[in-house]
């Protein structure tokens, strides 16, 4: 007996055929339409929370960031920046490095 290879690409027909039947289903297109609004409406309020939580962040590190500064501007302002900064342009190497040693003759 000699058996016929079954088509691999049959059920993709039938799917398609399925699929097809399905879209063109009045009541089908009625529910896809309600479950894609809905869909929206949950990605439309998680982009609001989002926002929500982005602005509520910002404004927490923008208050963090004006506490800091106003700490900051009210330790001892007698301290010039030239005393926190020191001109290294004026030190020589050796005074920042030290001397590089002697190589040994050997």
Excluded at 28 to 33: D, E, G, S, T, V
Aim: glycine share 6%; aromatic share 10%.
């Amino acid at each position: 007996m000699v058996q016929e290879k079954p088509q691999k690409n049959a059920w993709w027909v039938g799917a398609g055929i399925v699929a097809g039947e399905a879209i063109g289903n009045p009541m089908f297109k009625k529910w896809m339409r309600r479950v894609f609004i809905v869909t929206a409406q949950g990605f439309l309020e998680a982009k609001d929370q989002i926002h929500c939580m982005y602005a509520l962040t910002r404004e927490e590190l923008e208050d963090i960031v004006a506490e800091a500064k106003y700490i900051r501007s009210q330790r001892d302002t007698s301290v010039t920046v030239s005393q926190k900064c020191p001109d290294v342009t004026s030190l020589a190497a050796d005074d920042m490095w030290g001397e590089f040693p002697k190589a040994r003759d050997g």
